[in-house]
């Protein structure tokens, strides 16, 4: 029986895992319709925080350095290179709290980390209004980004619950402090045109985190934007990893046929 943060057992024969981690107040489920749009080359490894779906009877936690330990340990010998990680939102900082943790006990290191819809860690300004959120402000803010959906809010016990689970999952975010020194990976940003939550400069920021190569990848849409604008998303996406182009990506019930990248979807960010 498959215990742990992970969803599935991993592949044996994938040139490449890449283990995902979702957004807060989210769950592994997700990341359920990515392994159509990467293909087979990509291992694809959703991690499922406690608390939610198959992990619902274990208890929630609420900082990050507890959640990366714990993390690491379920891990154990899955993070066995070539891997990347990406996260989103709540996610992104996870994973760059996960690598640094990995890198300060001398682990094996992703090939990259890739960070979607979250701000520099030093400018993750509305993280810091949330202890102080009522639950109409929480259930408001999650309205305004697409992170609760109108059949939720018609039940109150099923609003109370995604607000507790997404306040918990934030005070993990609001538990973080960036370690001394940048990661010695690649980390590639990713940041929605429109997204309310984060200016394109605040996910540039993330170039000071890294030692390794950075850039920026601008993708049309909001705070999810691999929702709003899946074609473009994984377009960049397959590219950033190294995959083979694919004449159509598959996303769910849609088929985008004849993709290409447009010219401004990845912008270099130079260090400062």
């Given at each position: 029986?498959?215990?742990?943060?992970?969803?599935?057992?991993?592949?044996?024969?994938?040139?490449?895992?890449?283990?995902?981690?979702?957004?807060?107040?989210?769950?592994?489920?997700?990341?359920?319709?990515?392994?159509?749009?990467?293909?087979?080359?990509?291992?694809?490894?959703?991690?499922?925080?406690?608390?939610?779906?198959?992990?619902?009877?274990?208890?929630?936690?609420?900082?990050?350095?507890?959640?990366?330990?714990?993390?690491?340990?379920?891990?154990?010998?899955?993070?066995?290179?070539?891997?990347?990680?990406?996260?989103?939102?709540?996610?992104?900082?996870?994973?760059?709290?996960?690598?640094?943790?990995?890198?300060?006990?001398?682990?094996?290191?992703?090939?990259?980390?890739?960070?979607?819809?979250?701000?520099?860690?030093?400018?993750?300004?509305?993280?810091?209004?949330?202890?102080?959120?009522?639950?109409?402000?929480?259930?408001?803010?999650?309205?305004?980004?697409?992170?609760?959906?109108?059949?939720?809010?018609?039940?109150?016990?099923?609003?109370?619950?995604?607000?507790?689970?997404?306040?918990?999952?934030?005070?993990?975010?609001?538990?973080?402090?960036?370690?001394?020194?940048?990661?010695?990976?690649?980390?590639?940003?990713?940041?929605?045109d429109s997204d309310p939550l984060m200016a394109l400069a605040e996910a540039a920021g993330w170039v000071r985190y890294t030692d390794g190569r950075f850039r920026l990848h601008r993708v049309p849409g909001g705070h999810f934007f691999v929702r709003d604008a899946p074609a473009e998303f994984f377009t960049?996406?397959?590219?950033?990893?190294?995959?083979?182009?694919?004449?159509?990506?598959?996303?769910?019930?849609?088929?985008?046929?004849?993709?290409?990248?447009?010219?401004?979807?990845?912008?270099?960010?130079?260090?400062?």
């Amino acid at each position: 029986m498959l215990t742990g943060c992970l969803t599935r057992a991993p592949a044996p024969d994938r040139r490449l895992r890449l283990f995902c981690l979702h957004h807060a107040g989210g769950a592994a489920s997700a990341y359920a319709d990515w392994a159509g749009a990467l293909g087979d080359e990509v291992d694809l490894l959703p991690i499922q925080l406690p608390g939610r779906e198959g992990r619902i009877g274990e208890p929630r936690l609420r900082r990050m350095d507890t959640l990366v330990a714990q993390l690491i340990a379920e891990l154990a010998g899955d993070l066995r290179p070539p891997f990347a990680f990406y996260g989103h939102s709540m996610g992104a900082l996870v994973a760059y709290a996960l690598t640094e943790a990995l890198h300060a006990r001398g682990r094996a290191l992703p090939e990259a980390v890739l960070v979607g819809a979250y701000p520099a860690p030093d400018q993750h300004r509305f993280i810091r209004e949330v202890p102080d959120m009522s639950p109409e402000d929480l259930t408001r803010l999650l309205r305004r980004i697409g992170g609760m959906s109108e059949l939720v809010l018609r039940y109150p016990a099923w609003r109370d619950a995604a607000t507790g689970l997404t306040r918990d999952d934030l005070l993990v975010c609001h538990s973080y402090t960036p370690g001394p020194v940048p990661i010695p990976c690649d980390l590639h940003a990713f940041a929605g045109d429109s997204d309310p939550l984060m200016a394109l400069a605040e996910a540039a920021g993330w170039v000071r985190y890294t030692d390794g190569r950075f850039r920026l990848h601008r993708v049309p849409g909001g705070h999810f934007f691999v929702r709003d604008a899946p074609a473009e998303f994984f377009t960049i996406l397959r590219a950033v990893l190294g995959l083979r182009p694919r004449t159509a990506v598959r996303s769910g019930a849609a088929v985008a046929a004849g993709l290409g990248a447009r010219s401004d979807a990845v912008a270099p960010v130079h260090r400062v």
